[in-house]
């Protein structure tokens, strides 16, 4: 008898929470089979109702959400996830979005990759107060276009006269937080072939980082070139470290 009561007691104890563990086994099902997909419906009001899913669920849908960023096969919707992430993620996942930015979105989709990484970064910003050091800031030999493996853009008449150079630099962030970085540079004397592109970088704190930009200057008289190379938090107008060399060309 006692333990008929016990075995009773112990189902209605444990029913509920089985029930739940069905509810959430359910749930993520629907997220990733039906709702994930949907992203790329034809229709606009099946994309922001699966939109709206994802974000009231986020203790399911945000690891759905990153590995799927991971995923070609969902590419066309990349940036609709990152969108979502920029809602939901928190900076452990600004490496990720700046890593798996394409190079070949329109404007508009860029907008909302680098306007995910950015929400992030303001929701969970605290307040630091050192700025960047630049330790480093160099030009080095680069190949010239015409020696590359790569396809030039340049007209084959004007390829000899082009010459290529690295940008090499050493950005540290000596506070006690992540920070995400945009760096800009101009030059003087020597004119690029085109503008180059704002670079973003996610620097952890109290860490260093070292990267590089392949120039290509168009020919000119001079020998030297003035390099001037700035610094700041994206989303602020205030530059945080600023840098100028003058040197030859190589």
Do not use: C
């Not at 945000?62 to 979502?84: A, E, F």
């Amino acid at each position: 008898m006692k333990k008929s009561i016990f075995l009773l007691f112990t189902a209605i104890w444990f029913t509920p929470f089985l029930a739940l563990a069905h509810f959430d086994q359910i749930i993520q099902q629907d997220l990733q089979e039906k709702w994930l997909p949907q992203l790329e419906g034809p229709d606009q009001s099946q994309r922001f109702q699966a939109s709206q899913v994802l974000l009231s669920y986020p203790q399911w849908s945000l690891p759905l959400l990153r590995q799927t960023l991971n995923d070609s096969k969902y590419t066309s919707v990349h940036w609709k996830i990152v969108h979502l992430l920029g809602a939901l993620g928190n900076p452990t996942d600004i490496p990720q979005i700046l890593t798996a930015r394409p190079e070949d979105l329109n404007a508009y989709q860029d907008r909302i990759w680098l306007g995910a990484a950015e929400r992030i970064f303001w929701r969970h910003r605290k307040s630091p107060s050192k700025k960047f050091i630049i330790s480093r800031l160099r030009l080095l030999p680069g190949p010239n276009p015409s020696q590359s493996n790569g396809e030039s853009n340049l007209q084959p008449e004007a390829t000899n006269q082009v010459v290529q150079a690295v940008l090499q630099y050493k950005i540290v962030n000596p506070d006690n937080e992540g920070r995400l970085l945009e760096v800009t540079f101009h030059t003087w004397r020597r004119q690029l072939v085109k503008p180059h592109a704002v670079k973003y970088h996610w620097l952890e704190a109290g860490r260093d980082l070292t990267s590089e930009i392949v120039l290509e200057l168009l020919p000119s008289p001079s020998k030297n070139i003035r390099i001037d190379f700035k610094v700041k938090e994206v989303g602020k107008a205030q530059v945080s470290a600023s840098r100028k060399i003058v040197t030859k060309v190589p």
